[in-house]
């Protein structure tokens, strides 16, 4: 039988863990050199988001090592293979969750790669090319076929564009798939990397936004980033004062929490969507579902059309995420604090700091 030659490779500078206890470190790993569908991309920039940390630490037990993480990355088109037509060397493009799929299934022909059983995660999935395990984006460049790549608006920050590619889509996905506007109430449970970008959003749409925080220093912040009332979840009269007054809830939490609570607080034919992922099943009652025609489902990231059409909405209304800006050697770090929730609202890694 004749051997299948290996596809020619180059090497780039990261950032990996060697196990679930070990921290990250710099490293060097390889890229296939750009087939003709290829777009070859040198990374500016990556967000930190808590699905990272998940996968680093294998906390969903299928994490391969040497493991590199990042998902929400920007960058500049370095070179293209011959076949590609939608992008040339310089363009800014982005590179977001998924960086392949089978392209036949029904979920792809309707746009929902997400969905794809053959879905290939920037990270942690099979890599067809090289072998091994697909490594993100906490690296100096990567290599994407031309369909799961991005455009990114010019007059956005690169930076502060970065976290639109992952906490971005999976806040604007749901808010349109249930068609948020004016004239609507909706509330944003959480205020986090995702939960900011909810508010963003919503706000954008035209809705009536409420926050429902745990933490009532975070009202003035709230506000600022689109909120028109700020609803503190552990006080029961506050939450009372809300009963059956809203079209829409967007649920970002990933700690347990009570869900029957917000699901009392939907009009008739009112949808709760989760997009937060406790990791232990939690309690619904059916009685809130019942007596009002409630929905409670749940939203992934978003498709590629989807993910596009989010970032040209975004160019066309200055929508980026609030970040703070960090070296890749101060990422270990970032995570401890990711995990205390002390960040305002996402950690962007600047790759320039990778030398
Ligand atoms: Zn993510
Ligand atoms: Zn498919």
Known sequence: MPTQSKPRAYSVKAYATSGAKAPLGATTISRREPTETDVQIDILYCGVCHSDLHFVRNEWGFTQYPAVPGHEVVGRVRAVGAGVKKFKAGDLVGVGCLVDSCRTCPDC???????????????????????????????????????????????????????????????????????????????????????????KFAHAFGAHVVLFTTSPGK???????????????????????????????????????????????????????????????????????????????????GGLPETQEMLDFCGQHGITSDIELIRMDQVNEAYERMLKSDVKYRFVIDMASLK
């Open 219 to 301: 009202s003035a912040d709230a506000r600022r980033l689109g909120a028109h009332e700020v609803v503190v979840s552990k006080d029961e009269a506050q939450m009372a004062a809300q009963a059956g007054s809203f079209d829409f809830i967007l649920d970002t939490v990933s700690a347990p929490h009570d869900m029957n609570a917000y699901l009392g607080l939907l009009k008739r034919d009112g949808n709760l969507v989760l997009v937060g992922a406790p990791s232990e099943p939690f309690a619904v009652a059916a009685f809130p579902l019942i007596m009002r025609r409630r929905s409670f489902s749940g939203s992934l990231i």
């Open 109 to 199: 022909r309707a746009g929902l790669e997400q969905f794809c059983p053959e879905m290939v995660m920037t990270y942690g999935s099979a890599d067809k090319h090289l072998g091994g395990g697909t490594l993100g984006g906490y690296s100096q460049g990567i290599v994407v076929t031309e369909e799961f790549v991005l455009r990114i608006p010019a007059n956005l920050s690169a930076a502060a564009a970065a976290p639109l590619l992952c906490a971005g889509i999976t806040t604007y996905s749901p808010l349109r798939r249930w068609k948020v506007g004016p004239g609507q109430k909706v509330g944003i449970v959480g205020l986090g990397g995702l939960g900011h970008m909810g508010l």
